[in-house]
């Protein structure tokens, strides 16, 4: 048998642990067609279904699942043979793994500090994956969002994750919130991997009865804020990462209760790493440019 693609064993990887042939197809730039399109002939060299696929779902199948778990593991050692090489023979970029909003809003815009202390140190910068709640095998360091523990790894807490109700203030001038009882006649956007913060939210003001006009659900929280930003609905968004955006007049708080998650924003890196020069450098920055913008 003739070996399957890189390409589409690849594909594969990302569309089984989404276990979605869209979200695949946005993550690699391409068409959800041409995702299936290369599982099916992927499917057809190895002779046995990896997905099971209805109408309105889809799943790894048993085969599916046992190849997913090992070539995981062949594509972490691929990388780290990869940047190895890149380390003995050429120019070495700390990767670095971040949720996307937290990109957006706090690592991006004070980013070219880093770059005038540390201009020799080259970064690669990701975003996408499992919405920051896990370190990523094929990074450096990670930004994640939780509790811990994390065995093996060494963890240094940024600042901690409570969620404020937001939206853009022209749709408060439209539709006015007075009292908690008043967000039943708006539209609540629902971050997907965090369905049940609303909930919480409520519970936590003394809201007995949440039932909104419509529900909205997005898949990550830089959507959510722009949805919000939009006049689409109310969204519930880290309070200190979307300080700048209440600052500047583009959202505005709906009201002043957090909802306060016992998750911290918290940096991941991995024992043996951590004293590599230019991973300390970044992660020193990292830990004290949080510390500042928390104190301010």
């Known amino acids: 048998m003739r070996t399957p693609s890189l390409k589409a064993i690849k594909t594969f990887q990302i569309a089984a642990k989404h276990t979605s042939f869209a979200v695949a197809a946005d993550e690699l730039c391409i068409t959800p067609s041409a995702v299936s399109h290369q ?53 070495v970029s700390v990767r670095l793994h971040v949720p996307a909003y937290f990109a957006s809003e706090m690592l991006l815009p004070r980013l070219s500090e880093f770059s005038k202390l540390h201009d020799a140190v080259d970064l690669r910068i990701d975003t996408s994956g499992t919405h920051g709640r896990e ?9 994640v969002v939780g509790a811990g523990p994390w065995p093996g790894l060494v963890a240094h807490p940024l600042f901690a994750q409570s969620l404020v109700p937001a939206c853009a203030p022209e749709l408060l001038a439209e539709k006015p919130v007075r009292r908690h009882e008043d967000l039943n006649a708006h539209t609540l956007l629902v971050h997907e991997a965090r369905r049940d913060d609303w909930d919480r939210w409520a519970a936590a003001v003394g809201l007995k009865k949440l039932n909104p006009a419509q529900i909205v659900r997005i898949d990550s929280m830089s959507a959510a804020t722009r949805a919000a930003e939009k006049k ?54 990292l830990v004290g440019s949080c510390r500042t913008v928390e104190e301010n």
């Open 39 to 91: 599982i099916k002939t992927l499917e057809t060299q190895l002779g046995l279904p990896l997905f099971s696929r209805t109408a309105r779902a889809l799943a790894l199948t048993d085969a599916g699942a046992r190849y997913l778990e090992q070539i995981d593991d062949l594509f972490v050692r691929l990388e780290s043979v990869t940047e190895q090489l890149r380390a003995r023979f050429g120019r």
């Open 135 to 143: 370190h990523a095998a094929e990074a450096d360091i990670s930004i």
């Open 232 to 285: 689409i609905g109310i969204a519930l968004l880290p309070a200190e990462l979307s300080r700048r955006k209440f600052a500047t007049g583009r959202l505005a708080r709906v009201f002043d209760d957090e909802l306060v998650t016992q998750e911290d924003y918290t940096l991941l890196v991995r024992s043996e790493d951590e004293n590599r020069e230019d991973i300390r450098a970044l992660c020193e920055w």
